[in-house]
């Protein structure tokens, strides 16, 4: 049955700027230590060069992140879950003064997922940054580069590196946010939510992937290829108004978020514990139940 109108919708939560900060700084602290570990063999390198050696030996920058990257990962996306979950069910019982349980596992597997994620793109970071350098190396010997050019270059290529640490460190947090508040929706019986912009010049509106349009759609959580302009009385492909076939906030760096709309409190009622304690701490849960799970997915990535 269609929603109506006058049904109320679950705010939604942001991430937390300062968890987004202390991410990308862990992991920002990793390529100053490979830009630090770098600098005196390019210092020899362009020594050489300086001297009148167009072929000196071509320092590399260290193929492996050197810091952990799984407890960097870990400690910062387990942090969202908690966050996520805790204000989640206290929104919920402020406005239906009731306390649902939410399932552990569907929340613990997208974890593990996305820790094992994060943890190959950190990784990646050294990698990539091995291969542009060397070439922006190799490039300048055959064009007889001077050397505080392609000093310049190579420390630009170590700035990109740190960007794309802040990258990972916004969108993975995003993705995540948005990924739990999804799950928790459907584990207390949601099934639509409004598609909520941030309504400023920068949201997206490109003819075949305009955001723009979705703004106060009703949408349903089963199906990302439709819409509604009628409270739900009639449903419309997305493609018809150039709406992404994704969720709020799944899309690369999307800022939208998804409204949920309450279910029946009878449904929410039925799933409260009368003996939970007033006041949940998901983090210890969640951390216990990745731990039993021996992190499967994760060790499976390595």
């Given at each position: 049955?269609?929603?109506?109108?006058?049904?109320?919708?679950?705010?939604?939560?942001?991430?937390?700027?300062?968890?987004?900060?202390?991410?990308?700084?862990?992991?920002?602290?990793?390529?100053?230590i490979l830009r630090k570990?770098?600098?005196?063999?390019?210092?020899?390198?362009?020594?050489?060069?300086?001297?009148?050696?167009?072929?000196?030996?071509?320092?590399?920058?260290?193929?492996?992140?050197p810091l952990n990257a799984?407890?960097?990962?870990?400690?910062?996306?387990?942090?969202?879950?908690?966050?996520?979950?805790?204000?989640?069910?206290?929104?919920?019982?402020?406005?239906?003064?009731?306390?649902?349980?939410?399932?552990?596992?569907?929340?613990?597997?997208?974890?593990?997922?996305?820790?094992?994620?994060?943890?190959?793109?950190?990784?990646?970071?050294?990698?990539?940054?091995?291969?542009?350098?060397?070439?922006?190396?190799?490039?300048?010997?055959?064009?007889?580069?001077?050397?505080?050019?392609?000093?310049?270059?190579?420390?630009?290529?170590?700035?990109?590196?740190?960007?794309?640490?802040?990258?990972?460190?916004?969108?993975?947090?995003?993705?995540?946010?948005?990924?739990?508040?999804?799950?928790?929706?459907?584990?207390?019986?949601?099934?639509?939510?409004?598609?909520?912009?941030?309504?400023?010049?920068?949201?997206?509106?490109?003819?075949?992937?305009?955001?723009?349009?979705?703004?106060?759609?009703?949408c349903r959580w089963d199906?990302?290829?439709?819409?509604?302009?009628?409270?739900?009385?009639?449903?419309?492909?997305?493609?018809?108004?150039?709406?992404?076939?994704?969720?709020?906030?799944?899309?690369?760096?999307?800022?939208?978020?998804?409204?949920?709309?309450?279910?029946?409190?009878?449904?929410?009622?039925?799933?409260?514990?009368?003996?939970?304690?007033?006041?949940?701490?998901?983090?210890?849960?969640?951390?216990?139940?990745?731990?039993?799970?021996?992190?499967?997915?994760?060790?499976?990535?390595?």
């Open positions: 049955m269609a929603r109506k109108k006058n049904k109320r919708v679950i705010p939604s939560q942001a991430v937390s700027k300062r968890l987004q900060a202390a991410y990308a700084a862990a992991i920002i602290a990793g390529v100053k570990t770098f600098q005196p063999k390019k210092d020899i390198m362009l020594s050489e060069l300086v001297a009148g050696n167009l072929a000196p030996a071509v320092p590399v920058v260290g193929l492996h992140f799984e407890e960097i990962a870990k400690k910062h996306l387990v942090i969202l879950a908690n966050n996520n979950r805790k204000i989640f069910q206290n929104v919920i019982k402020s406005m239906t003064g009731t306390r649902p349980v939410l399932p552990e596992k569907p929340v613990a597997d997208l974890l593990s997922e996305y820790i094992a994620e994060n943890v190959r793109l950190i990784k990646s970071i050294p990698v990539k940054l091995h291969g542009q350098v060397s070439d922006l190396i190799h490039g300048s010997f055959q064009t007889a580069m001077r050397p505080e050019t392609l000093s310049k270059l190579i420390e630009e290529r170590f700035d990109v590196a740190e960007s794309r640490a802040r990258l990972i460190a916004v969108d993975q947090l995003a993705k995540l946010n948005g990924d739990i508040s999804k799950q928790n929706s459907q584990d207390i019986g949601c099934e639509y939510y409004t598609w909520s912009t941030v309504q400023d010049e920068r949201v997206r509106d490109e003819p075949d992937d305009s955001h723009r349009a979705m703004e106060g759609m009703l199906d990302d290829t439709v819409y509604s302009d009628d409270g739900g009385e009639t449903w419309n492909q997305r493609s018809d108004i150039g709406g992404p076939e994704l969720d709020p906030g799944e899309d690369y760096r999307c800022r939208c978020v998804s409204l949920s709309v309450l279910p029946d409190t009878d449904k929410l009622k039925a799933m409260e514990d009368p003996d939970a304690p007033e006041e949940v701490d998901p983090l210890q849960h969640l951390q216990d139940f990745i731990d039993s799970q021996n992190m499967t997915q994760l060790e499976a990535a390595e």
